[in-house]
């Protein structure tokens, strides 16, 4: 998580919404790890939970099974999607997202027995320095 | 919608789950379309949606809000995040997916107004046509 809080601090660096996003495989293996890159890319999709699922999935892997995702900020509808869809069993956030969250704040998605995955969540880590970086981003950009 | 139930058709013929889906700006021109390849990409989240948004951004646009979506199956939870983020003002599906549907059946998140994006949603169109591809496809899958 201290990584995923690092690399959100270098997308505050670059101007891009500080959200940083760690995926591990059996507890130890770094699998893939990236900030929001929506600035960048131009792309209103590019959050850093999609971004490392993604490239995990790119190297052949059909469910991420055994791996836990760490990410800043509390997952949205599209990210709890991919979170669901690719199996991933335990997922460790830091901060809620009242506006757009869906782990919790608008829907609790990945608690929700209708869906056919429901992965181990755990919330609050490092939640008030993650909420810290985002508030002064959205101050800045005023 | 006869173009998208096509494509589900040409999934079905690649034992591709027979998904298809469309996307229109300003009522005319075919921005993308396309039909599920999670078997051929060996990828779970190669939805049809998913490829046609992600197609139709990478074109440099940053959202879709001249657009119209048509796609033969209602979207899961995953890709009615992909039509909130992309900001799609329409969208026209044909069968209801009780299993995973995330407008009208788990979830009617693209009517949700906590998010920031509520498009219009017409339902039904193609829908037995579009549901019995599904149910052939599985049958022949047991």
Chains 1, 2 share one sequence.
Not at 42 to 61: C, F, M, P, T, Y
């Amino acid at each position: 998580m201290k990584l995923a809080l690092q690399l959100a601090k270098e997308a505050f660096d670059k101007d891009e919404v500080p959200v940083g996003a760690v995926l591990i495989r059996d507890g130890t293996e770094l699998l893939a790890a990236d900030h929001n890159r929506t600035a960048e890319l131009k792309n209103s999709l590019a959050h850093a939970e999609k971004l490392v699922i993604e490239r995990a999935l790119q190297d052949g892997l059909k469910y991420l099974s055994d791996c836990t995702l760490y990410v800043t900020l509390e997952p949205c509808i599209m990210c709890s999607g991919l979170i669901i869809l690719s199996r991933i069993p335990r997922i460790i956030f830091g901060a809620h997202d009242s506006k757009a969250g869906c782990v919790g704040s608008i829907y609790n998605a990945l608690r929700n027995k209708d869906f056919n995955w429901n992965p181990e969540v755990c919330s609050g880590l490092l939640a008030e320095e993650s909420a810290a970086l985002l508030r002064d981003f959205f101050k800045k950009k005023r």
